[in-house]
């Protein structure tokens, strides 16, 4: 017997925005190559975290496991930077408590915002800076302030000064909408060892999920390649512990317990292998959050549409990397995948 399906489609804007009660903020140093992305929540939001890079960055990862207190995230912070980026979370927090966010302990004294972050390493691109004068508490501010429905990709906030394997990485998002039930979004930092890009093609290895022309409708042709066991030759050139990166955030409307979520976040981390290889290297810090603003009942047999929440999520995240190296320029050097193969901008859907 044949499953019914369901129709499954991007959300208006085709952004992790389409997740209703979320907003997403930018704030980018040209001169440093580098920059800041903020989630902000309309109101609290149940979060768990998969961490499955071997050199991670990041900050308040343990508190979100479902066997802890079960705190909810006021805002979560993807930043360049490596370590110094983690600094953008604490601006964050300190925007937020004087805004009137987070928990309180007593009257009259500063609320307590939860702002979990990670970060990437694009420290080598950009021009240096000096350790006293760290960038990332003003830009975690400036996106913070200027967070929206709508955000561009590419070479924007986390993604300014990412690197895709060979390419030029940047931000990238996508959304799916369930007919009649939730709504899923992703937006991804781009910064890994690995290859986004099919071996001998300009195709993406998450093209079979691409919706419309989303990421340029590039195919491999009708003869798919022949894959090598080995490290593909478009990797990154030099590898080095702690110098790569992917960082993500996965956002649904479900209502879910921290056990299902942290299951559908186990499930979306699956979208990284699907647009990368090799992921979740020893180099690579792989980190991603996932979220619910808890506003849609899960309809019909709850381990069925888990699956099928997990599933779509993980394909989100994979397209969303696939539209961050897309949608991205060259820039100090690095030269994007349109300019690679020749490949005109055009819309993307």
């Known amino acids: 017997m044949t499953r019914a399906r369901k129709s499954v489609a991007p959300g208006a804007r085709n952004l992790i925005t389409d997740v209703p009660g979320l907003r997403i903020g930018q704030a980018e140093n040209r001169k440093l190559c580098t920059g800041v992305t903020v989630l902000l929540a309309d109101s609290p939001v149940l979060t768990v975290a998969d961490v499955r890079g071997g050199a991670p960055g990041t900050r308040e990862t343990d508190a979100l496991a479902p066997a802890t207190l079960g705190v909810k995230a006021d805002?979560?912070?993807?930043?360049?930077?490596?370590?110094?980026?983690?600094?953008?979370?604490?601006?964050?927090?300190?925007?937020?408590s004087t805004n009137g966010r987070g928990f309180e302990i007593r009257p009259g004294a500063p609320r307590?915002?939860?702002?979990?972050?990670?970060?990437?390493?694009?420290?080598?691109?950009?021009?240096?800076?000096e350790a006293s004068a760290n960038p990332y508490p003003q830009l975690g501010r400036e996106a913070v302030a200027a967070a929206g429905r709508e955000f561009a990709l590419g070479c924007h906030g986390a993604g300014t000064g990412a690197v895709a394997g060979a390419y030029k990485g940047?931000?990238?998002?996508?959304?799916?909408?369930?007919?009649?039930?939730?709504?899923?979004?992703?937006?991804?930092?781009?910064?890994?060892?690995?290859?986004?890009?099919?071996?001998?093609?300009?195709?993406f290895w998450a093209f079979a999920l691409e919706q419309g022309n989303e990421f340029g409708g590039r195919r491999p042709g009708s003869l798919f390649p022949e894959i090598s066991p080995d490290l593909p030759a478009d990797c990154k050139a030099i590898l080095t512990p702690g110098a790569n990166t992917t960082i993500a955030i996965v956002a649904t409307d479900a209502?879910?317990?921290?056990?299902?979520?942290?299951?559908?976040?186990?499930?979306?981390?699956?979208?990284f292998a699907r647009a990368i290889r090799p992921a979740h290297t020893v180099f690579d810090g792989d980190t991603l959050f996932a979220l619910t603003t808890a506003s849609m009942p899960l309809a019909g047999n709850r381990l069925i549409e888990l699956t099928?929440?997990?599933?779509?999520?993980?394909?989100?995240?994979?397209?969303?990397?696939?539209?961050?190296?897309?949608a991205a320029e060259s820039t100090a050097g690095v030269c994007s995948h349109r300019d690679r193969f020749g490949i005109a901008p055009g819309p993307s859907s």
């Open 75 to 96: 805002a979560i912070v993807l930043s360049g930077g490596s370590a110094f980026g983690l600094e953008a979370a604490s601006a964050v927090m300190t925007w937020l």
């Open 112 to 129: 307590v915002p939860i702002v979990p972050a990670a970060v990437l390493f694009d420290l080598t691109i950009g021009e240096a800076f």
């Open 170 to 203: 940047g931000i990238g998002s996508a959304s799916a909408m369930i007919d009649g039930g939730a709504t899923v979004g992703a937006i991804a930092a781009v910064n890994c060892v690995g290859s986004p890009v099919i071996p001998g093609t300009d195709a």
């Open 255 to 271: 209502i879910l317990s921290a056990d299902e979520l942290r299951r559908v976040a186990i499930m979306a981390a699956d979208g």
């Open 308 to 326: 099928r929440l997990g599933n779509i999520a993980g394909d989100c995240v994979a397209r969303s990397i696939a539209r961050a190296v897309y």
